[in-house]
């Protein structure tokens, strides 16, 4: 059974796309089949993960998305790219900004990247997709694909506003388009642990969505060596092994994993 797992916030500079890269990566080194969508026209991901001019790239989700609308589904295999450290990856790059428009107007626009993952779900265990930071059609269309949602939100610049929009959004997908959908849990990012600022945000959450949504045990430190791995092609694992962000997303993958296991207990009809 594979887990689909958006990875989501409208906000930019939260940390998904480092979330994306080094929890997919975290999943491979626990022996888990993983691919990584870049969602994004801006194409970070695909950065990120060394592939330095995303725009010379043959193929990208927007051929594969494009192949949905017309009809003319890719070949297996086709516009997926192998990183060295056990991932795959769907490239995007600012061609995807174009298919945000052309969804507008297409028939069952919001289902297209499911219709996509749909073809392929059944080679991987997780499907991690890394938004952009918008609520548009192309997040609309990753919350219709995936099982569940995990928010990177920074402790010190929460935005209660963006947060209720984000909420509204999840609901009204899971109501109208995908019921499965449910919120994996908020991730506190570039937590400065030199104060208790992390843990009084963390309690505001919980007092202010009680119960309605899960806060992962696992907070994200802030290092500049995570940031340094933006440029480097590689994952904080290999770039700062010993570092306390190598650790931090080393036990938020676990975290993870605990999560899906305790899911498929209570849903065993879906394990099947
Ligand atoms: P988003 O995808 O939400 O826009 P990014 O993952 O691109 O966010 O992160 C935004 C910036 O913060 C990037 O420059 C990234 O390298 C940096 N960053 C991410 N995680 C950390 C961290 N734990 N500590 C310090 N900087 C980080
Ligand atoms: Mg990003």
């Known amino acids: 059974m594979s887990h689909i797992i958006a990875i989501a916030n409208q906000k930019g500079g939260v940390a998904k796309t480092t979330t994306a890269a080094n929890l997919g990566i975290g ?3 626990e022996g888990r089949n993983v691919l990584l969508v870049d969602c994004d026209p801006q194409g970070s991901l695909t950065v990120s993960l060394g592939y330095s001019q995303p725009d ?3 193929m990208t989700l927007t051929d594969l998305l494009a192949g949905v609308l017309m009809d003319k589904p ?3 295999e086709q516009g997926i790219l192998h990183h060295a ?3 795959d990856l769907i490239p995007a790059n600012i061609s995807l900004s174009g298919m945000e428009t052309s969804l507008v107007n297409a028939m069952s626009r919001e289902k297209v990247l499911k219709q996509y993952l749909d073809t392929v779900k059944k080679e991987y265990d997780y499907i991690l997709l890394d938004c952009m930071p918008s609520l548009g059609m192309l997040t609309v269309n990753t919350l219709a694909a995936a099982d569940g949602v995990i928010i990177p939100v920074q402790a010190q610049y929460l935005s209660a506003k963006g947060m209720e929009q984000l909420l509204q959004t999840v609901g009204k997908v899971r109501r109208q388009i ?3 959908l449910k919120i994996a849990g908020v991730l506190l990012t570039m937590v400065d642990q030199r104060t208790n600022y992390a843990r009084e945000v963390s309690d505001l959450l919980r007092r202010t969505y009680g119960g309605k949504v899960r806060i992962f045990s696992t907070d994200i430190p802030h290092s500049v060596r995570a940031a340094e791995t933006s440029a480097e092609g590689k994952s904080i694992y290999l770039h700062d092994p010993k570092g306390k962000v190598a650790q931090a997303y080393a036990q938020l993958t676990k975290e993870v994993i605990q999560l899906e296991k305790q899911r ?7 394990s099947r």
């Open 56 to 58: 010379e790239l043959d």
């Open 27 to 29: 999943l491979a080194r």
């Open 74 to 76: 890719a070949a297996p």
């Open 178 to 180: 995908n019921p499965k």
């Open 264 to 270: 498929e207990k209570h849903s065993p009809e879906q």
């Open 85 to 87: 450290e056990g991932v």
